[in-house]
C-alpha cells in the first residue's frame, strides 16, 4: 500500500483544489433530499449524464415520496429503461419511497442509519446524501475517490472504508466538507485510471504517484 502524505501535503492539495475550483458540486442533478437519493440510486453502474437524462423527465412526474409511489413501478421502468440495472432500479425507487412514507412521513432522513436501511441505499450513496443534502462530512468514496486516495497518497486504504475513515480522519476540518467532491472531479477529468493528465495536474509535484505521463 502506498504511504501516506504528510499534513502539510495534504493540506496544500487541497488549498489548490479550492483554489482551482472554490464551490465544487455533485454532477446529479436534484432539487432537494428526495431527488437527489433517487438520481444516486439509479446511478450505480450509470453515468451521471445518463441519469440526468432520465431523471428529467421522472422529476417532472413524480418529484416525492408519493408521487413515485402513485407513478408505480412499470411507469418508473419506463422512465429509466436507459439506465442500467432499470427493473431493481425500479423496484428499489418505489420500496424506499413507500419506506419514507410510512416511516418518515415523506422526508429523508439525516442518519446513515436510517438511509442505509432503505432498498438500493449503501454506504457511498448514504454518504452522498449526508454530504449534500444535509451537509455532513461525510466522505463518498467511488472508485475515483479510491484511485486518486492511494494513487496521490492524500488518503491510502486497502478498501473503501479504510480510505472513507483516512480521509474524515486526517484531512483538515476546513476541507472535510468538499473533499470527496474535489476527488471524485480530479480522478473524473485529470487523475484518470488509464492515462492521467500529470502534465495539466495541479498537484504533481507533490503526489507520490511516480509512474507520472508526460
Known sequence: MRRALDFARQTEIFRRFQAANPAPAGELEHADAFTLLVAVVLSA??????????????????????????????????????????????????????????????????????????????????????????GHPAQAVDTHVFRVANRTGIAPGRDV????????????????????HRLILHGRYICTARQP??????????????EKTP
Open 45 to 134: 453502474q450509470a453515468t451521471d449524464a445518463g441519469v440526468n437524462k432520465a431523471t428529467r423527465g421522472l422529476f417532472a412526474r413524480a418529484a416525492t415520496p408519493a408521487a413515485m409511489v402513485a407513478l408505480g413501478e412499470e411507469r418508473l421502468v419506463e422512465a429509466i429503461r436507459t439506465i442500467g440495472l432499470f427493473r431493481q432500479k425500479a423496484r428499489n425507487v418505489i420500496a424506499l419511497s413507500q419506506i419514507l412514507i410510512e416511516r418518515y412521513a415523506g422526508t429523508v432522513p439525516d442518519s446513515r442509519a436510517a438511509l442505509q436501511a432503505l432498498p438500493g441505499v449503501g454506504r457511498k450513496t448514504a454518504n452522498v446524501v449526508l454530504n449534500i443534502a444535509f
Open 161 to 180: 472504508l479504510a480510505v472513507e475513515r483516512a480521509l474524515e480522519d486526517n484531512l483538515p476540518v476546513q476541507f472535510q466538507r468538499h473533499a470527496h
Open 197 to 210: 493528465r500529470c502534465g495539466s495536474c495541479p498537484i504533481s509535484d507533490i503526489c507520490l504517484f511516480e
